[in-house]
């Protein structure tokens, strides 16, 4: 089972932030949060992934509370083009257990005009 | 740069019958996992391959085993079709020794009949 908690879906107007919330309160030291985007029709897409500090990349910025209970993924300026299916994944940390991720249902953002 | 390639796009199989999907993964690239993804699910985790040997295995049954090839290229086989596998079925790709993230295909669409 997945450890993670999303919200099943959210709504968000084009142009302003979309904040994506993920609930891992059962997470231990040696794992990592991970953050996978999937638009239809194509395979998950890589977004983001953190240990314990907030992380940015090209992509997004990744907010990570002290506690590391939860997260949060941030798109600053929701486009069209962002909308897809947003998976949060704790993943154990090595390099052996990068290709197994457990997945939930994610959170379906829908970026509106 | 090629990306994760897999073939074919789409396949329709009866019950009963046997699948061989196949995969390359993006080059520079030595670990390929696949995952099972049902109509409105995330994906499910099969299995990994790395130096030709399944290195970990979801809860799936023996009717689905897989090969990696020394070009690293990878193939799933499904034996005994149910209606039940009926699925987009994922391959991604990962270089065990430094890489974190995983690059994931588009995919096979399986229909079984």
């Known amino acids: 089972d997945a450890k993670t908690t999303q919200p099943p879906s959210m709504d968000c107007a084009e142009g302003r932030a979309a904040n994506l919330p993920c609930n891992h309160s059962?997470?231990?030291?040696?794992?990592?949060v991970y953050w996978y985007r999937q638009i239809h029709s194509q395979g998950p897409q890589y977004i983001i992934h953190?240990?314990?500090n907030n992380e940015t990349n090209e992509m997004a910025p990744l907010i990570i509370t002290e506690d590391r209970k939860s997260s949060t993924l941030i798109l600053p300026h929701a486009t069209l083009r962002d909308t897809a299916v947003y998976y949060c994944i704790v993943r154990l940390r090595g390099s052996s257990n990068t290709g197994k991720l457990i997945f939930g249902q994610g959170t379906t953002l829908q970026v509106k005009p | 740069d090629a990306g994760v390639t897999q073939s074919p796009t789409h396949l329709i199989k009866t019950r009963g019958q046997q699948v061989t999907l196949r995969c390359s993964p993006k080059?520079?690239?030595?670990?390929v996992s696949w995952y099972q993804q049902a109509l409105g699910q995330g994906p499910q985790f099969i299995f990994q391959?790395?130096?030709?040997?399944?290195?970990q295995r979801g809860n799936f049954p023996d009717r689905f085993s897989g090969h990696q090839f020394p070009n690293y290229s990878s193939e799933l086989n499904v034996n005994a079709l149910l209606l039940g596998d009926s699925a987009l079925y994922l391959c991604a790709s990962s270089f065990r020794a430094t890489n974190e993230k995983l690059f994931f295909g588009s995919g096979t669409q399986l229909s079984v009949l």
């Open positions: 059962t997470i231990s030291g040696n794992e990592y």
């Open positions: 080059s520079g690239h030595d670990t």
């Open positions: 391959y790395y130096e030709e040997e399944e290195r």
């Open positions: 953190g240990l314990k």
